[in-house]
């Protein structure tokens, strides 16, 4: 039973809280020899996996680190790691110089092998959230668009194979949305307990203004605890 | 328990099929316009669901339920979609709607000469409409309510 995270959105599809409970870090390093088997392309958030799924990685991993140095989106700059790590190449003086490659160009050249790769999932950024609550917010609207019976609400509850997310709007246009695993049951309460929280410690808070971003740390707490209560109990009331 | 409707839809996000069996309200809209609003969010929903995910996924995105409908999708690895709406008190049903592709779909379109499997599926394809419907009405999940 696990709760991954929780957001609320506002009535204009704003981001205005979010709370990550517990994402698993999925994280691997493996040594590879050339050639290294797997489609790699560039992406916004660095190079990802196209194709070649093996050894535990997974089509859409990125690169986190090579050789123990992190990568900088599709880029790698060896000059501020320890020399170990890069001594025993018989690089040209020029590159050298500045140690800094295209992580692509780097990984197609043989004298570079063998490599330590660190594939994993990238974690979502801030920005990456906000975009994700909108698309949620107007997913909401069409599902009652498209709906074949009379007076229907939006997504209640949406399955994947791994997580469930649930969604609760209060009438006043607000979203609470958590995501969970399948076994995690009652998040039904915990949305509305959610909502009695949000009453009590974010809108009484005298600093708070109305669909603004929620920065009260007891609001934080109290979710917090009524997520671990779930978690232990099956209620989020203690 | 009361099926609503079936959208079959192709890779191109063409819908090669429509068939409903209970409808109570319709959209402000034409059918091509509804088939490709429902199409689009489809694909949102899909990409939404892969990029939200805390974890690797298998299969993304199964079903959603608002308070009165579930949407229970399936794709084949060739890209046709299968999208059934049903009430909320049907769990997964993702065994019928494989099953739905690979007697009906495969053995009434695919593999009738006269078909095409990415083409839409035009109403002189009786055999495939006959053996739909005969399928669902039998299903544990067609009910009374849905004949009357």
Known sequence: MVVYSFYVINRSGGLIFSYEHSIPKIELEKTFSYPLGFVLTPGDKGVVVQFGQRDGIKVGHTIIAINGVPARRNNIDFSSAPPTATANDDE??????????????????????????????????????????????????????????????????????????????????????????????????????????????????????????????????????????LERTGSPYA | MVVYNLYIFNRNGQCLFYREWLRRKQTNMSKEEEFKLMNGFLFSVKSFVQRLSPVDLKDGFLSFKTNCYKLHYYETATGHKFVLNTDNNVGNIRDILHQLYSTIFVNYIVKNPRASAVDVIDSDQEIFIEKLDEFISNLSIFSQTNKA
């Not at chain 1, 791994?162 to 695993?181: E, N, R």
Request: a negative charge; hydrophobic letters at 35%.
């Open chain 1, 92 to 229: 040209p003086p020029t590159s050298s110089l500045t140690n800094s490659y295209d992580i692509i160009e780097y990984l197609s050249d043989p004298s570079h092998y063998p490599v330590a790769i660190k594939f994993g999932r990238t974690r979502l950024a801030g920005n990456e959230k906000l975009i994700l609550s909108s698309i949620f917010h107007s997913m909401y609207a069409i599902a009652c668009q498209l709906s074949p019976e009379l007076n229907s609400s939006g997504i209640r509850e949406l399955e994947t194979d791994q997580y469930k997310l649930y969604c609760f709007q209060s009438i006043t246009g607000i979203k609470f949305v958590a995501l969970t695993d399948l076994k995690q049951t009652n998040v039904d309460a915990l949305l509305r307990r959610s909502y009695e929280l949000h009453s009590d410690y974010a809108l009484k808070n005298p600093f708070y203004s109305l669909e603004q971003p929620i920065w009260c740390p007891l609001f934080q707490q109290t979710v917090q605890q009524a997520i671990d209560l």
